[in-house]
């Protein structure tokens, strides 16, 4: 995986394939082929172990922050998952093939649907949850919007990412926000 992550960073998605996967970690054809029959089963390999760590990353401080995060609070979570992604070899090539391949796409929708029943878990604790499809679709879109302004940050950059994380908090304070406020009768 190591090798395929660092070939992926190295090549991009085009031009990576098994022979230069097994070239590079030292392995035989047959013997990768035991275990990925192709650069598709490699990459969703790789989609997975990045959408854990990304998931992860998310859970260890979810419940802390309760179903009310300060606008701060919820910048310093998108800093930790931006930071947790980029530290990942190959990050931005799998992001993309998460989108763009249709072997793949489930790899991304089975991550975000597991980070939106922990959001409406978390909702649901507190209390917040009267309107569950109103949750459910505005953690979709929370966590969506934080998924593609990482992959935006990794993509462009130039981009201040101090600014962009500021900016995509305060659009999810105010979703959050409403939610509480349309559960409360407000």
Same mark, same amino acid.
């Given at each position: ?22 070239? &590079? ?8 082929? &035991? ?5 598709? *089963? ?41 930071? $947790? ?6 990050? +931005?090539?799998?992001? !993309? ?7 793949? $796409?489930?790899? !991304? !929708? *089975? +991550? ?25 679709? !505005? *953690?979709? =879109? =929370? ?10 940050? =990794? ?26 406020? *349309?559960? &409360?009768?407000?």
């Amino acid at each position: 995986m190591d090798a395929a992550a660092e070939l992926l960073e190295e090549l991009g998605f085009d031009k990576l394939n098994t022979n230069l996967i097994c070239e &590079r970690a030292g392995l035989t054809p047959p013997a990768l082929y &035991r275990y990925f029959p192709n650069k598709y *089963s490699v990459l969703k390999e790789l989609g997975q172990r990045l959408m854990e760590v990304q998931n992860q990353a998310l859970y260890d401080v979810l419940e802390e922050l309760g179903p009310t995060p300060t606008v701060e609070q919820i910048a310093d979570q998108l800093r930790g998952q931006y930071e $947790v992604t980029i530290t990942q070899k190959g990050a +931005s090539w799998i992001m !993309r093939a998460l989108h763009a391949t249709p072997q793949l $796409v489930d790899v !991304r !929708r *089975s +991550s975000h649907d597991k980070m939106v029943k922990r959001f409406i878990a978390v909702q649901s604790e507190q209390g917040e949850s009267h309107n569950h499809a109103q949750i459910e679709r !505005r *953690s979709r =879109i =929370i966590v969506e919007t934080g998924y593609s302004m990482v992959e935006m940050l =990794i993509d462009n950059p130039a981009l201040d990412s101090d600014a962009t994380l500021a900016d995509t908090a305060i659009m999810i304070f105010a979703l959050i926000n409403e939610n509480v406020a *349309s559960d &409360r009768g407000q």
